[in-house]
């Protein structure tokens, strides 16, 4: 278990509550996690905590992941922020859609739990 002093911060935005209990079990351990429900409390959220990744959902109400990580790629305080989109959409023109703007990596659901974290690293090191 890492210092809770030095744990980086990541923002969950997932619309499914099993989806958010599952990173809480697989990522707070190590790193500082805040949970969000939709979009728009997810923007409310990544504003106020400033993490080093944000893990979005795609397809949400309020606000599709999309648009959420449009309007974060517009904020200068939040330029270093990466973003891991997360979704049950495989289609190579989703993945592709999602790195045009912005993201910094795809996982597809369902997926492992070493996946994840294996990404999750990756983007936080």
Do not use: W
């Not at 190590?30 to 893990?55: H, S, T, W």
């Amino acid at each position: 278990m890492t210092d809770p002093a030095a744990k980086k911060k990541i923002v969950v935005v997932d619309d499914d509550p099993i989806m958010r209990d599952l990173y809480d079990a697989i990522l707070s351990d190590d790193f500082e996690l805040q949970l969000a429900e939709d979009g728009e409390a997810g923007l409310k959220l990544i504003r106020k905590v400033v993490p080093v990744l944000a893990i979005i959902d795609v397809n949400m109400p309020k606000m599709h992941g999309f648009t959420l990580c449009r309007m974060l790629r517009q904020e200068a305080a939040l330029a270093a922020t990466k973003i891991m989109f997360v979704s049950a959409k495989s289609y190579a023109g989703d993945i592709a859609a999602a790195k045009e703007i912005g993201g910094d990596e795809y996982l597809v659901k369902p997926f492992e739990t070493q996946a994840l974290l294996k990404k999750v690293q990756a983007l936080t090191a």
